[in-house]
């Protein structure tokens, strides 16, 4: 352009004006490098891995639990049904590794078309039959509910040994889940736990024979879980 100036009146000047154009940190990186796709998918894995497993874990003993659960449920239901002389029978559980079996009569036959059988998850195994007497039946006692074949049924895992339930018998008939629990016997008169579900007896869990008789009560209907 010209600009006026005190001899001549005009005087020129150029300009170069220069442009320059600078990436931007958004324009460098376009995309994921092969690395960091690597390392994300890793991660994704890792978690994908971590969650799958501890919901396995969580169904396997679930199903542990569950199984040891039915085994007790069928134990009560055979006391019940014996001290309520239902068909003036007896009846019993018979344990096999893979299977609990519900049984009536004084013994248990393969193959009775009256045998119950339950069988076990493949992931759970009954792994342990400790029964007074050695055999893998525990039958009731008419009148009392008490067992000569009392002891433990220890349930566990296929694929990891040391998750395991297990169930105690009583001498008394009365089955828990869970270890043998002690009761002290020093001046113990009688241990009533009113846990028998029918009948009109309470039994003495403490060894001592004071069973007690329930009266004003009917002896199937009154009967409560709790």
């Not at 009392?144 to 040391?162: A, Y």
């Not at 009688?190 to 069973?211: H, I, K, L, Q, R």
Request: charged share 15%; hydrophobic share 40%.
């Amino acid at each position: 352009k010209n600009y006026p100036d005190a001899a001549s009146g005009y005087q020129n000047f150029d300009f170069c004006i220069l442009n320059f154009d600078f990436p931007s940190a958004h324009s460098a990186r376009k995309g994921f490098t092969f690395l960091e796709l690597l390392i994300g998918i890793a991660i994704i894995v890792l978690i994908t891995t971590i969650g799958w497993t501890s919901l396995l874990r969580y169904r396997a003993n679930s199903e542990l639990t569950a199984s040891a659960e039915s085994g007790l449920s069928l134990l009560l239901e055979a006391r019940a049904k014996t001290l309520a002389a239902v068909d003036a029978m007896q009846y019993g559980v018979h344990f096999e590794s893979d299977r609990m079996i519900a049984f009536r009569g004084s013994s248990y036959v393969a193959g009775d078309p009256n045998n119950k059988v339950t069988f076990l998850p493949a992931r759970v195994e009954i792994s342990s039959i400790s029964l007074n007497g050695s055999g893998s039946n525990v039958l009731f006692e008419r009148l009392t509910g008490s067992t000569s074949q009392f002891g433990t049924v220890t349930f566990r895992l296929r694929g990891d040994p040391t998750q395991t339930r297990m169930i105690t018998i009583l001498s008394t008939g009365i089955v828990s889940f869970g270890p043998p629990q002690t009761v002290s016997s020093v001046g113990l008169v009688g241990y009533w736990m009113f846990d028998e579900g029918t009948g009109a007896t309470a039994v003495d869990s403490s060894g001592n024979g004071n069973n007690g008789a329930l009266t004003n009560m009917d002896p199937t209907a009154d009967w409560v879980t709790g």
